[in-house]
């Protein structure tokens, strides 16, 4: 059995995640994937929420329940209600 070229070419996305945290801080992360099935690429973000797209660029956002990052380093834990 052999393998074609075509049936092995990898796709390209530039993938942008936001995270939105509780106390409305948003952080972004911008990776590179090389997809081969596009199934597993939506299976790996399924928890994501998708924001936007095109044939290059896929957009996911993502809302978490906690304070962000830099809240933390400034010795916040929780916010009041």
Same mark, same amino acid.
């Given at each position: 059995m052999?393998? $074609? @070229?075509?049936e092995?070419k990898v796709?390209?996305?530039?993938?942008t995640?936001?995270?939105?945290?509780e106390?409305?801080e948003? &952080?972004?992360?911008q #990776?590179v994937e090389?997809?081969? &099935?596009?199934?597993?690429?939506?299976?790996?973000?399924? @928890?994501?929420q !998708? %924001?936007?797209m095109?044939?290059?660029? %896929?957009?996911? #956002? $993502?809302?978490?329940e906690? %304070?962000?990052?830099? %809240?933390t !380093?400034s010795?916040? $834990?929780?916010i009041?209600?």
């Open positions: 052999t393998i $074609s @070229a075509q092995t796709h390209t996305i530039d993938v995640l936001e995270t939105i945290f106390d409305g948003k &952080a972004v992360e #990776r090389e997809v081969m &099935a596009m199934e597993d690429f939506w299976a790996k973000y399924q @928890a994501w !998708l %924001v936007d095109s044939q290059e660029q %896929v957009k996911f #956002r $993502s809302q978490v906690e %304070v962000s990052p830099l %809240v !380093l010795g916040y $834990s929780t009041a209600p």
